[in-house]
C-alpha cells in the first residue's frame, strides 16, 4: 500500500513548470528516506534495555548487503522515474508488476528453490488481470502520449522492473541474517551515495552547461513562489519516508519469513492501490476490463 502512492506523487511532479529533473527528485527522497531511518535508529537504541543508549556500527555483512540491494534499488527507482515521464502512472504500475513473474522464475531457476503449484497458480491469475488492466490503461494512455514515446516509457520501467526482480530475490537471503532496521538503512544510505554521485557526475559531463542550466532554472522557479516548493516538499517527504524508509524496512521484516515468490505475489496488490491513486488525484480511468483485472489480483 505505502509503496503504491509514489506512483501518483512522482507522476505529479514533472507536471510542474519546470520539471524537476529526475535525478533531484530521486536524491530529495533518498535523503529524507535516510534521515528518517538515521531518527529510528537513534531511537531503537534509545529504547534498548541497558543503562546506556546502545549505538553501535553496521557490520561488514551488513552494509555488503546495503551496496548490493541498494545498487538494484537505485536502478530500478532512476529507471521508473525516467519512464514515469514518457508514459501513465497506473501503465508504469502494471508494468513494474511483471516482477509477479520474475521473481518466482529467478527464485527456481538462480537459487534453485522450488515453487509450490498453488503459489504458481494464484501467480497465473494476478498475471492475467495485470495483463488485462494493462490493456485497458494502454487505451486510456493514446489520449496523453503518442505510441513512439509510451513505448519508450514503457522500456524504461520494463527495465526497473528486471532490477527490482533482482532485489526481492537477493533479498530473501540477506533478510534471514540480518536486523530489518539495519539492513534498511545500509539500502538507502548506498542508494543516497549513488544519487549523489550521479548528480555529481551528470554535471561533470556536462559539456555545454545545458544540465547545470536545467538544474538553475528550477531551483530558481521554486523561489518564485506558486506552490512549487511546496509540492516538491511534500511530495519528497511522502516518498521518502512512507513509500522508501517504511517500505524499505517493512519489506526487509516480512522477507525473513516469507520466500521471495511470496513477497512478489502480495506486490501484485499494488497496481491496484496505484490505479486507484491515479485515477482519483491524476483523473486517469479505469474501464471494463481494467476492472475485471482488478477482481483477478
Excluded at 514533472?14 to 537513534?42: C, G, I, Q, R, T
Excluded at 541497558?50 to 536502478?75: C, N, Q, Y
Excluded at 490493456?135 to 493514446?142: L, M, T, V, Y
Excluded at 557526475?201 to 538544474?215: F, I, M, P, V
Aim: glycine share 8%; net charge positive; aromatic share 10%.
Amino acid at each position: 500500500f505505502s509503496l503504491s502512492t509514489s506512483t501518483p506523487l512522482s507522476i505529479s511532479s514533472p507536471k510542474l513548470d519546470p520539471p524537476p529533473p529526475s535525478e533531484l527528485l530521486n536524491l530529495s527522497f533518498y535523503a529524507v528516506s535516510v534521515s528518517f531511518l538515521a531518527v529510528a535508529n537513534v531511537l531503537a537504541a534509545l529504547r534498548t534495555p541497558t543503562p546506556e543508549p546502545k549505538f553501535t556500527r553496521p557490520s561488514r555483512a551488513t552494509v555488503a548487503a546495503g551496496i548490493e540491494l541498494g545498487s538494484w534499488l537505485f536502478f530500478g527507482s532512476t529507471l521508473q522515474l525516467m519512464g514515469l515521464k514518457h508514459t501513465t502512472g497506473s501503465q508504469a504500475s502494471v508494468i513494474v508488476q511483471l516482477t509477479t513473474v520474475l521473481v518466482p522464475l529467478a527464485e527456481s531457476f538462480v537459487l534453485r528453490s522450488p515453487v509450490g503449484a498453488r503459489t504458481w497458480r494464484g501467480i497465473v491469475v494476478a498475471f492475467a488481470g495485470i495483463l488485462l488492466l494493462t490493456f485497458d490503461q494502454a487505451s486510456e494512455s493514446r489520449r496523453l502520449f503518442g505510441p513512439g514515446e509510451m513505448l519508450s516509457g514503457d522500456l524504461l520501467v520494463l527495465a526497473a522492473a528486471a532490477a527490482y526482480t533482482l532485489h526481492v530475490v537477493r533479498l530473501g537471503g540477506y533478510a534471514k541474517r540480518t536486523a530489518p532496521l539495519a539492513l534498511a538503512s545500509a539500502k538507502q544510505t548506498a542508494q543516497l551515495v549513488y544519487a549523489l554521485s550521479f548528480v555529481a557526475a551528470t554535471l561533470l559531463l556536462d559539456r555545454g552547461g545545458s544540465t547545470l542550466s536545467q538544474y538553475k532554472g528550477f531551483l530558481a522557479s521554486l523561489e518564485t513562489g506558486g506552490g512549487a516548493l511546496q509540492t516538491l516538499a511534500a511530495v519528497a517527504l511522502w516518498n521518502g519516508v512512507a513509500s522508501s524508509a517504511f517500505t524499505s524496512f517493512a519489506q526487509s521484516y516480512g522477507q525473513r519469513r516469507i520466500p521471495p515468490s511470496t513477497a512478489s505475489l502480495l506486490f501484485t496488490t499494488q497496481p491496484l492501490w496505484s490505479t486507484f491513486f491515479c485515477t482519483l488525484f491524476l483523473d486517469e480511468h479505469v474501464g471494463v476490463k481494467g476492472s475485471f483485472g482488478i477482481a483477478l489480483v
